[in-house]
């Protein structure tokens, strides 16, 4: 049984699967083999596959991707379908109205909707051909500092084989040092390795907005052959209003894929103020909309999942270099809010970053010096101005009534300038109200047709349908702080949040019948590490840990 931490050097380490690191990985090699410069470049991912925890609507704006591989089509692109025209609806609980303006930003026609899933299953397929060596299964768990305690060197990654209480089973694998001269940490939205140097003094700059996030829940569906997307005149619908009202930021989404399959979801900006909001609930409230209903009817739920998106927008992203290390991605918060798409922009930011690697090697200089040259590049390029439009527009999202439109109209007229610029931002985790009252817990009792196992799905099947899997006697990833916090404060004020936004049903709260105590209980093996919990606790109390590498959700075509 080795106990120690094998060490493993290479050049280049990109952390995470996800769009940004993956044409990272891809530009690097291309740079490398027109340089005549052999590099040793990984990349690991937490997921048992590549693409595993890839989720995402997903349009995607196809610039960044024929930068990057011109030849896409002949590579066995995954393409789904073209977006053919956008349809922007306004719900009401029972009727919809056409939006006759749609947002420039929400002008998606020929953009390519994907699933995120199987198009980083295809670049990870590429990136290995040309060299990168790609660990699924891997969870980096601490980042590795030279002597300043500054300088990344590397990443830690975790066991395997620890039981509940953290002793060796007899199939204990110790983890890996993985020594590299720069590493590149893409590791999607609320990264634990990029918050904990978050944390870190000298890394990111002070003075920086909070991070904010939005948490979508997705479910692809089978359609019958004639479906409503075979004679509408578009493909991408967005919506607003019903079911989360217009106080309660977020909107509905449902697009055709291939082979009559639809994407559809539903987003719930995390600076919502109604700590008894189910996010889970308000999902199938909009897939019962008789808009939506009519598209859906007789589909079969084939995959669903949850996952948060970093929407902040430039007054959010860090600085993206530090002494041996990049950022990119979601990570990053590369995002364009009102467009409600990422994917262009992650990959864009891993290509920028592989231009300053390139230089890195070439300068044998890993530090900030050179390094600075990625935020140099960045600030010329379309990723960045793209960014720059949108900057007030989650600001201006989060206000309420008559305001919303205001702020909306100010921003979009003034090509994100606004009303006041910057908009301040307040972190998710503080926009909770308190409950005006107690109310007792009780179990929902729904309509027995409610849910019917088949389009309508509840919250443990959806799981079962995400083929979430973690080992079940291992130590619980999630780290409740103080669980007197949970019942004293956050049950008392709030009701434990955390039992309604999770779409995982990681949390319950069961109240002793004699007693009337309420004890919170964690299902941690549901986890389908959206990481909507670290970042909504109100009291954060709550610390999302990386489980065993290769547990986690299981996405195939999401
Ligand atoms: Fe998401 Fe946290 Fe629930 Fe896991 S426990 S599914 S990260 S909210």
Same mark, same amino acid.
């Given at each position: ?7 493993i ?15 990272g990985?891809?530009k ?6 027109q340089?005549n410069l #052999?590099l ?6 937490k ?13 995607m ?5 024929? #930068? @990057?591989?011109?030849?896409?089509l002949k590579?066995g692109?995954?393409?789904?379908t ?10 009401t609980n029972?009727?919809?109205i056409?939006?006759?303006?749609? !947002?420039r930003?929400m002008?998606?026609k ?9 198009f980083t299953?295809? @670049?990870?397929?590429l ?12 969870a ?6 030279g002597?300043? +305690?500054?300088?990344v060197?590397?990443?830690?990654t ?6 509940k209480?953290?002793?060796h ?5 110790a983890g ?11 590791? +999607? ?19 920086k907005m ?12 089978q359609l019958p #052959?004639?479906?409503?997307?075979k004679?509408?005149?578009y493909n991408?619908?967005h919506?607003?209003g ?7 930021? +977020? ?8 082979d009559?399959k639809?994407?559809?979801?539903l ?6 103020e109604?700590?008894l909001?189910?996010?889970y609930?308000?999902f ?27 929407? +902040? ?11 041996g ?9 590369m ?9 262009h922009l992650?990959?864009?930011? /891993?290509?920028?970053?592989a231009?300053?690697i ?8 890993f530090?900030?010096k ?5 935020? #140099?590049?960045?600030k010329k ?9 949108g900057?007030?527009f989650?600001q201006?999202?989060?206000k309420?009534?008559?305001?919303k439109?205001?702020y909306?109209g100010?921003?979009?007229f003034?090509?994100g ?5 910057s ?10 109200? $308190? ?7 009780k179990?929902k009792?729904f309509?027995?047709?409610y849910?019917?196992d088949?389009l ?5 099947t ?11 006697d ?6 409740i702080?103080d669980?007197?916090i ?5 049950y ?5 949040p ?5 779409? /995982?049903n990681v949390?319950e ?6 007693s ?7 299902? $941690? ?9 670290d ?5 954060n ?5 990386c !489980?065993?590498?290769? /547990?986690g959700p ?5």
């Amino acid at each position: 049984m080795v106990t120690q931490n094998e060490k493993i050097e290479f050049d280049v380490l990109f952390i995470g699967g996800g769009p940004a690191n993956l044409a990272g990985a891809i530009k690097l090699m291309q740079l490398a083999r027109q340089n005549n410069l #052999e590099l040793e470049v990984a990349l690991i991912e937490k997921g048992s596959q590549i693409g595993a925890h890839a989720l995402s609507g997903a349009i995607m704006n196809p610039i960044a991707l024929k #930068e @990057l591989l011109p030849d896409y089509l002949k590579k066995g692109y995954p393409l789904e379908t073209i977006v053919k025209g956008d349809g922007f609806q306004f719900l009401t609980n029972k009727k919809n109205i056409p939006v006759p303006i749609i !947002p420039r930003e929400m002008h998606n026609k020929g953009y390519h909707i994907i699933s995120l899933a199987k198009f980083t299953r295809w @670049l990870g397929s590429l990136a290995e051909e040309m060299g990168v060596n790609i660990l699924p299964g891997f969870a980096g768990t601490k980042v590795l500092y030279g002597l300043d +305690g500054k300088t990344v060197i590397g990443v830690q990654t975790g066991p395997k084989g620890l039981d509940k209480k953290g002793k060796h089973k007899s199939n204990y694998e110790a983890g890996f040092d993985l020594m590299s001269k720069i590493t590149v940490f893409g590791e +999607g939205a609320r990264g634990n390795l990029v918050k904990d140097m978050g944390a870190r003094p000298g890394i990111f700059k002070k003075k920086k907005m909070p991070q904010i996030f939005e948490t979508g829940i997705k479910e692809v569906i089978q359609l019958p #052959e004639s479906n409503f997307f075979k004679t509408a005149p578009y493909n991408d619908i967005h919506t607003l209003g019903y079911p989360l009202g217009l106080n309660t930021p +977020g909107g509905g989404f449902i697009y055709e894929m291939a082979d009559n399959k639809a994407g559809i979801g539903l987003i719930i900006g995390l600076s919502y103020e109604k700590p008894l909001l189910d996010f889970y609930d308000e999902f199938i409230k909009f897939k019962k909309h008789p808009l939506i209903a009519g598209i859906i009817k007789d589909g079969k739920v084939l995959e669903q999942g949850a996952r948060a998106v970093s929407t +902040g927008g430039l007054f959010t992203i860090p600085k993206l270099f530090s002494n041996g290390a990049l950022f990119a991605g979601g990570s990053a918060a590369m995002h364009n809010a009102p467009g409600l798409k990422g994917i262009h922009l992650s990959m864009k930011s /891993g290509m920028l970053a592989a231009q300053t690697i390139l230089r890195a090697f070439q300068k044998n200089d890993f530090s900030e010096k050179t390094l600075c040259s990625y935020d #140099e590049n960045f600030k010329k390029s379309w990723a960045f101005k793209e960014i720059q439009k949108g900057r007030n527009f989650s600001q201006a999202l989060a206000k309420k009534g008559v305001l919303k439109p205001v702020y909306l109209g100010a921003q979009y007229f003034t090509n994100g300038r606004g009303i006041r610029d910057s908009m301040p931002l307040i972190k998710d985790a503080a926009t909770l109200k $308190p409950l005006k009252k107690e109310i007792s817990i009780k179990k929902k009792n729904f309509d027995k047709n409610y849910f019917d196992d088949i389009l309508y799905v509840n919250k443990l099947t959806g799981i079962y349908l995400s083929k979430t899997k973690h080992r079940e006697d291992q130590a619980c990833h999630l780290i409740i702080k103080d669980q007197a916090i949970c019942i004293d404060k956050c049950y008392k004020t709030y009701q434990c949040p955390c039992t309604k936004f999770c779409p /995982g049903n990681v949390y319950e709260i069961e109240v002793n019948e004699n007693s009337r105590q309420p004890r919170l209980i964690l299902n $941690p093996a549901n986890c389908l590490h959206c990481k909507t919990c670290d970042i909504k606790d109100p009291y954060n109390n709550i610390l999302w840990t990386c !489980p065993e590498g290769g /547990g986690g959700p299981d996405y195939t075509i999401l």
